[in-house]
């Protein structure tokens, strides 16, 4: 994988896009009191949220793209947050509010699209390992829990 195949992705774009305008429409407007706490959440919550893309789609099993996609939807919604906290603040003006508001509910409907392709697409379903992939709730440690396995009498 390289950048170049990474910005073919729609919805890492639109989530890189979304991350720049936080650090360059909304943290300069933060007082400085705001430095190293909302500042900092804003920066990790908007950075998370292309880098989580990112690194699902570096894994090729859709199994890890979709719960590495979940992970960015819920960074996405943690910025929000904070964004409807500053807004209340009243750190930022109305309009950009509303604006990254609108490019959040956009992301989201990116995400869950591709949410939907990857699970009807099936990505990687018959390459070896597959089957191997820990699923949601399982340990990826240990893959036989028969009382046997683990010891128990």
């Known amino acids: 994988m390289s950048v170049k195949s990474l910005e073919t992705l729609e919805v890492w774009k639109k989530a890189k896009e979304f991350c720049l305008r936080n650090y360059r429409e909304v943290l300069p407007l933060l007082p400085s009191e705001e430095k190293w706490n909302l500042s900092q959440q804003i920066r990790r919550s908007s950075s998370s949220i292309p880098a989580n893309i990112a690194e699902g789609y ?3 099993y859709y199994q890890e793209i979709i719960r590495f996609c979940y992970i960015a939807r819920g960074s996405l919604e943690e910025t929000l947050s904070h964004l409807v906290l500053c807004a209340e603040l009243k750190y930022l003006p109305k309009p950009l509010f509303d604006s990254l508001e609108q490019d959040g509910e956009k992301l989201t409907q990116l995400i869950n699209g591709y949410i939907g392709y990857l699970k009807r697409s ?3 379903q018959n390459e ?3 089957s191997h992939i820990a699923r949601e ?5 240990i893959t036989d829990l028969s009382e046997d396995h683990i010891g128990i009498e």
Request: net charge positive; glycine share 28%.
């Open 122 to 124: 099936k990505q990687g």
């Open 137 to 141: 709730g399982e340990s990826p440690y």
């Open 128 to 130: 070896p390992g597959a």
């Open 58 to 60: 570096g894994r090729f």
